[in-house]
Protein backbone atom coordinates (compact mmCIF):
# COMPACT_ATOMS: atom_id res chain seq x y z
CA UNK A 1 0.00 0.00 0.00
CA UNK A 2 1.18 3.47 -1.18
CA UNK A 3 0.70 6.62 0.51
CA UNK A 4 -0.56 9.56 -1.25
CA UNK A 5 1.67 12.65 -1.47
CA UNK A 6 0.06 15.49 -0.03
CA UNK A 7 0.89 18.97 -0.38
CA UNK A 8 -0.58 21.53 1.69
CA UNK A 9 -0.27 25.82 1.99
CA UNK A 10 -1.93 28.46 4.09
CA UNK A 11 -2.65 31.78 3.72
CA UNK A 12 -0.19 34.29 5.89
CA UNK A 13 -2.55 34.75 9.12
CA UNK A 14 -3.24 30.64 9.30
CA UNK A 15 -6.98 31.33 8.97
CA UNK A 16 -7.29 29.65 5.76
CA UNK A 17 -5.09 26.52 4.17
CA UNK A 18 -5.61 24.41 1.59
CA UNK A 19 -4.38 20.62 0.99
CA UNK A 20 -3.74 18.96 -2.43
CA UNK A 21 -3.66 15.04 -2.56
CA UNK A 22 -1.50 13.17 -5.04
CA UNK A 23 1.06 14.64 -7.65
CA UNK A 24 0.74 17.63 -9.15
CA UNK A 25 1.55 17.97 -12.34
CA UNK A 26 2.34 21.39 -13.21
CA UNK A 27 2.17 25.07 -11.90
CA UNK A 28 0.03 27.11 -14.30
CA UNK A 29 1.48 30.72 -14.64
CA UNK A 30 -0.92 32.62 -16.52
CA UNK A 31 -0.87 36.57 -18.01
CA UNK A 32 -3.96 37.52 -17.97
CA UNK A 33 -5.10 40.84 -16.62
CA UNK A 34 -6.14 39.31 -13.12
CA UNK A 35 -3.39 36.13 -12.56
CA UNK A 36 -1.02 38.44 -13.29
CA UNK A 37 -1.19 41.14 -11.39
CA UNK A 38 -2.09 38.54 -8.47
CA UNK A 39 1.54 36.60 -9.31
CA UNK A 40 0.03 33.04 -8.52
CA UNK A 41 0.92 29.75 -9.66
CA UNK A 42 -2.03 27.63 -10.04
CA UNK A 43 -2.07 23.77 -9.24
CA UNK A 44 -6.11 22.85 -10.54
CA UNK A 45 -7.98 19.68 -9.45
CA UNK A 46 -11.68 19.55 -8.27
CA UNK A 47 -13.27 20.54 -5.19
CA UNK A 48 -13.76 17.23 -2.57
CA UNK A 49 -11.29 15.40 -4.83
CA UNK A 50 -7.45 16.37 -4.99
CA UNK A 51 -8.46 20.30 -3.73
CA UNK A 52 -9.69 21.10 -0.60
CA UNK A 53 -10.12 24.38 1.78
CA UNK A 54 -10.44 24.40 5.19
CA UNK A 55 -11.15 28.04 6.88
CA UNK A 56 -12.24 29.46 10.37
CA UNK A 57 -16.02 30.86 10.11
CA UNK A 58 -16.23 33.74 7.37
CA UNK A 59 -12.49 33.81 7.15
CA UNK A 60 -12.77 33.95 3.13
CA UNK A 61 -13.96 36.64 0.81
CA UNK A 62 -14.27 36.41 -3.26
CA UNK A 63 -14.46 38.46 -6.23
CA UNK A 64 -16.01 37.58 -9.55
CA UNK A 65 -15.09 39.12 -12.93
CA UNK A 66 -16.04 39.45 -16.33
CA UNK A 67 -18.80 36.32 -16.84
CA UNK A 68 -18.51 35.48 -13.14
CA UNK A 69 -17.50 31.80 -14.04
CA UNK A 70 -15.10 31.76 -11.26
CA UNK A 71 -14.68 33.44 -7.95
CA UNK A 72 -11.31 34.22 -6.30
CA UNK A 73 -11.35 33.67 -3.29
CA UNK A 74 -9.07 35.68 -0.30
CA UNK A 75 -8.09 35.33 3.46
CA UNK A 76 -10.15 38.48 4.90
CA UNK A 77 -7.45 38.72 7.51
CA UNK A 78 -4.35 38.67 5.89
CA UNK A 79 -5.37 39.28 2.36
CA UNK A 80 -3.78 36.25 0.63
CA UNK A 81 -5.41 34.80 -2.46
CA UNK A 82 -5.73 30.99 -2.11
CA UNK A 83 -7.93 29.85 -4.68
CA UNK A 84 -10.10 30.24 -7.62
CA UNK A 85 -12.82 28.25 -8.18
CA UNK A 86 -15.81 27.66 -10.66
CA UNK A 87 -19.09 29.09 -9.63
CA UNK A 88 -21.16 26.12 -11.31
CA UNK A 89 -20.69 22.42 -11.91
CA UNK A 90 -18.89 21.09 -14.93
CA UNK A 91 -21.27 19.01 -17.10
CA UNK A 92 -19.59 16.06 -14.85
CA UNK A 93 -20.64 17.27 -11.56
CA UNK A 94 -17.39 18.13 -10.56
CA UNK A 95 -16.58 21.61 -9.31
CA UNK A 96 -13.07 22.98 -11.37
CA UNK A 97 -10.75 24.60 -8.22
CA UNK A 98 -7.09 25.83 -8.64
CA UNK A 99 -5.07 26.75 -5.20
CA UNK A 100 -2.24 29.48 -5.43
CA UNK A 101 1.02 27.25 -4.79
CA UNK A 102 2.90 30.40 -3.63
CA UNK A 103 1.45 30.00 -0.63
CA UNK A 104 3.02 26.60 0.37
CA UNK A 105 6.51 25.99 1.60
CA UNK A 106 8.98 26.55 -1.30
CA UNK A 107 10.68 23.13 -0.81
CA UNK A 108 7.56 21.33 -0.68
CA UNK A 109 6.70 22.78 -4.58
CA UNK A 110 10.18 23.77 -5.84
CA UNK A 111 10.49 21.01 -8.49
CA UNK A 112 7.21 21.36 -10.02
CA UNK A 113 7.69 22.06 -14.05
CA UNK A 114 5.93 25.29 -14.81
CA UNK A 115 3.14 25.82 -17.75
CA UNK A 116 2.78 29.47 -19.06
CA UNK A 117 -0.27 29.96 -20.46
CA UNK A 118 -1.17 32.91 -22.59
CA UNK A 119 -4.58 33.86 -20.84
CA UNK A 120 -3.92 37.95 -22.52
CA UNK A 121 -4.35 37.26 -26.36
CA UNK A 122 -4.42 33.47 -27.00
CA UNK A 123 -6.22 31.12 -24.32
CA UNK A 124 -4.18 28.60 -25.20
CA UNK A 125 -0.73 26.90 -23.22
CA UNK A 126 2.80 28.28 -24.13
CA UNK A 127 5.29 25.44 -24.99
CA UNK A 128 7.37 24.42 -21.47
CA UNK A 129 10.77 26.16 -21.31
CA UNK A 130 12.17 23.74 -18.35
CA UNK A 131 11.56 25.94 -15.55
CA UNK A 132 9.98 24.72 -12.26
CA UNK A 133 8.20 26.83 -9.22
CA UNK A 134 11.35 26.89 -7.87
CA UNK A 135 12.51 29.59 -10.84
CA UNK A 136 10.03 31.87 -9.56
CA UNK A 137 11.14 32.23 -5.99
CA UNK A 138 13.19 35.85 -5.78
Known amino acids: MTATKTTTGSCHCGAVHWRFSGDIPDATICNCTICRRYGVLWAYGHVGEEISITAADGAL ?78
Open 61 to 138: SSYAWGAKTISFNFCKSCGNLVSWQGLAPEPDGRTRIAVNLRLAEPDAVAAIPLQRFEGLHSWEDLPRDGRTVKDMWF
